[in-house]
């Protein structure tokens, strides 16, 4: 890998590190040390989903106006500001202008970040031939390392109190700020992704879906459902990229079931919890070991489209299965659904992150990248309530087996080119 990237891998790494040694021990310092009621530490916790995920947008704005480099550096010393205030904060509203700070920081590093990993991808497709799935896999990966590591520091260093934790979170992030602020580029280059919209470029004219260098909407061509407009507006009039989105919006839903069904299928089968970090911690060294082998042998044999639908399927599985095996009792329901799950976001997330730049015009790509993970957030956010009530029922697997798969009609039809039309990678790899 170059150095970029090596450096948004390690970062993102790093990103999850410091945020799993403090948040998951949050809830409970809220209502344990400082004595929150129980109604504060929610709203506590859903104002940090929002300042987040509901925000991404505003980061890929700002990355599209200013370049990554200043939003990924203003964001992780927002990040720093954030956990040092959360350490001493005691009163209910330090503790919500803390824990907000930290959920805005991710706001505008995420996307930057992503963003800037989707455009590395590119280059690298072109200068060397290799597959652009190949960083967003191993982006991937380092972040479900980092989500694994996190909490077993975090637990380490809540021996002693929850304000070592977060002090440590404020180094983690120190440390990723001087990092990007050394190597990070000042600005982000100019044309590197196609947005052609084809099906497949020139031979010898780039990556797959693209079409001649320079090409795209900022040398003519648009995508199909056109940019309606350079701001949120056109966003939400591009056929494709909708399309795209809701792909993401249901195989998202779907996996953060994750969280709702997990913990209840777990305790239905064995009356216990016990089973449950172990099962995350599955989920996470499944990704950690699988995700590169797999991308390796799907970005020789098959197409984003056909990847992210593939994906869908595994995610459609995991529900059907662990429902038809609900009878077996003991723990194969749930480990069942794990593994399907993850193999579902192995497919699915490198997939989408390498399919986006082919639709969209490359200078407003952290708008676009911002704004489908907050409007996937959306969808998360407003089917929660009636996930949960339908958790207790019969209905909830093959109800999720069938939104997952109805997903598969929003797959767009333009931008996902053959492997035959990438280009080979070199022996040597990279």
Not at 38 to 48: A, E, I, M, S
Not at 104 to 131: D, I, M, N, Q, Y
Not at 372 to 380: E, H, N, Y
Request: with cysteine; net charge positive; glycine share 16%.
């Amino acid at each position: 890998m170059s150095p970029l990237a090596r450096l948004l891998v390690g970062s993102q790494f790093a990103f999850n590190v410091g945020f799993f040694a403090v948040l998951p021990y949050l809830a409970q310092h809220l209502g344990g040390t400082l004595g929150l009621g129980g109604w504060l530490v929610g709203l506590v916790l859903g104002l940090r989903t929002f300042s987040q995920q509901g925000l991404f947008v505003v980061g890929g704005a700002l990355t599209d106006r200013y370049g990554p480099r200043p939003v990924v550096l203003a964001g992780c010393a927002l990040r720093v500001a954030g956990f040092g205030w959360l350490a001493v904060a005691q009163g209910a509203g330090a503790v919500v202008g803390a824990v907000v700070l930290v959920g805005f920081a991710a706001a505008l590093f995420s996307p930057a970040v992503e963003s800037e990993v989707v455009r590395e991808a590119v280059r690298l497709e072109r200068s060397t031939g290799l597959p652009r799935t190949r960083l967003p896999a191993r982006f991937a990966a380092a972040g479900q390392a980092g989500a694994l590591a996190g909490p077993v520091l975090g637990a380490v260093l809540l021996s002693g109190r929850f304000r070592v934790a977060c002090v440590a979170g404020a180094v983690v992030f120190a440390v990723v700020l001087a990092g990007h602020a050394r190597l990070m580029p000042r600005r982000a280059a100019a044309g590197v992704t196609g947005g052609s919209g084809t099906e497949a470029g020139p031979a010898g004219a780039g990556p797959a879906g693209a079409g001649p260098a320079g090409a795209g909407p900022a040398g003519g061509g648009l995508p199909e459902g056109g940019l309606a407009g350079p701001g949120v507006g056109g966003v939400l009039r591009h056929r494709a990229f909708l399309g795209l989105t809701a792909v993401y919006a249901a195989y998202l839903l779907a996996y953060n079931q994750l969280y709702l069904a997990l913990p209840a299928e777990v305790g239905r089968a064995t009356g216990s919890q016990a089973a449950v970090g172990w099962l995350f911690a599955l989920s996470s060294v499944l990704v950690v070991a699988g995700q590169l082998p797999l991308e390796r042998w799907v970005a020789a044999r098959w197409s984003w489209r056909t990847t992210v639908r593939a994906g869908l399927v595994a995610v459609a599985a995991a529900f059907a299965a662990a429902g038809a095996l609900r009878p077996v009792g003991g723990l194969w329901p749930a480990a069942v659904f794990v593994v399907l799950l993850a193999v579902g976001q192995m497919l699915v997330s490198p997939a989408v992150r390498a399919w986006l730049p082919e639709l969209v015009d490359e200078r407003r790509l952290g708008l676009y990248t911002g704004a489908m993970s907050s409007l996937a957030g959306l969808v998360v956010l407003v089917g929660g309530a009636p996930a949960g009530a339908l958790l207790a029922g019969p209905w909830y697997w093959p109800v999720f087996t069938a939104l997952t798969l109805l997903g598969l009609a929003a797959v767009p039809r333009t931008g996902a080119a053959a492997p035959s039309t990438r280009p080979a990678a070199p022996a040597s790899g990279a």
